[in-house]
């Protein structure tokens, strides 16, 4: 039988999948069914800045929503406080005690003395790694790609010098040079990088003339933005590349694996498949491994990354050009 075992910010997989951060994974009960269906690790649901800042609002709004009421309401409840981020580590606590394979936090912050006193405080739960979820939307024009980009390897600096858990980013592919900034974040430290977050987007109810928030499931063809970074990238890092969007089966799993990829993190799968679909998608890698003849990951992982090509255009533009000039680019 195939060895799936795989490492993943130098922790040891039993195989590659990694259930990333979701709501499924906020839920102690659904956290033992994905152990049980053979994941190899798991990302609870991000700790967010802003949720607490607004619980922490909402709670200050109901505590005085009577004062002009009752002027005595004010003193009334003079130490209430709320309790920042304790229910959330209480959780992760509990998630990492209810499973013996490897569990990840995560992390979405916005001011950097915040993403240092989280970071620590999720370190401090016993978690086995912490991943840095970068997703921010830059919606001011005063603040250049440098700016950004900096501050984020700032902050990825600041973490890790200060945990000892390993540490992780998850990025969004909205960077001028992808490939550059992922570069600066494994110079910079990072045990290994999540390509890519999915951006949820903004959307219009026409009908309601209302603005909305879009959030769908990834669909077949969303794993082709991942698979073109790690297939630039693998090889040229010392952090390991996990592959996320888009990965909906076994077929997605291994051609990440082909790509480059050391594990992948899988989300949308889950919600149309149901958890059971892990179990489906370890077998269709064993029973593709076992018919090309490969004993472990090691044998294939990489094989069709651009280092291992020796095409110097493999996944570049020059591959798009070639195709569009062919006399039947449909096919
Ligand atoms: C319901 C739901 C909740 C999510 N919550 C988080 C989260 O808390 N933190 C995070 O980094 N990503 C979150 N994500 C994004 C997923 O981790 C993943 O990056 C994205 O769904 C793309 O992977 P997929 O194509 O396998 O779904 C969420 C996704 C969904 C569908």
């Given at each position: 039988m195939a060895d799936l075992k795989t490492t993943y910010l130098g922790l040891e997989l039993k195989n590659p999948i990694v259930v990333g951060a979701c709501d499924l994974t906020a839920d102690i009960e659904k956290i033992k069914q994905i152990e049980a269906a053979g994941a190899g690790a798991l990302v609870i649901k991000s700790l967010f800045e802003e949720q607490i800042q607004l619980e922490s609002y909402k709670m200050e709004q109901s505590l005085h929503e009577n004062d002009n009421l009752h002027a005595e309401m004010t003193s009334i409840?003079?130490?209430?406080?709320h309790a920042g981020p304790a229910e959330h580590l209480m959780w992760v606590k509990k998630a990492k005690e209810a499973v013996s394979i490897p569990v990840i936090a995560s992390l979405n912050a916005v001011s950097t003395d915040v993403w240092l006193d989280y970071a620590k405080q999720l370190a401090d739960t016993g978690v086995d790694g912490l991943e840095l979820n970068f997703y921010a939307v830059p919606s001011l024009d005063n603040q250049s790609a440098a700016h950004i980009e900096d501050a984020q390897i700032a902050i990825l600096q600041a973490i890790k010098s200060s945990v000892s858990i390993p540490v992780s980013v998850k990025l969004s592919p909205?960077?001028?040079?992808p490939a550059h900034v992922i570069t600066r974040f494994d110079q910079a430290g990072a045990d290994g990088v999540v390509l890519f977050n999915q951006l949820f987007q903004s959307d219009i109810d026409i009908h309601k003339e209302k603005q909305t928030f879009a959030m769908s499931l990834s669909g077949e063809k969303d794993h082709r933005l991942p698979l073109r970074f790690v297939g630039l990238l693998h090889g040229n890092m010392t952090g390991t590349l996990c592959a996320s969007t888009g990965i909906l089966n076994g077929t997605g799993i291994i051609q990440m694996l082909l790509a480059g990829a050391g594990s992948v993190q899988v989300v949308s799968a889950l919600y149309r498949d149901k958890i059971k679909a892990i179990e489906t998608m370890l077998n269709d890698l064993e029973q593709w491994m076992d018919a090309k003849g490969y004993a472990s990951l090691h044998d294939f992982v990489g094989k069709l990354s651009r280092k291992n090509l020796k095409d110097p255009w493999a996944y570049q533009r020059s591959q798009y050009v070639r195709a569009l000039l062919r006399e039947n680019p449909m096919g």
């Open positions: 409840f003079p130490e209430l406080e909205f960077y001028t040079n």
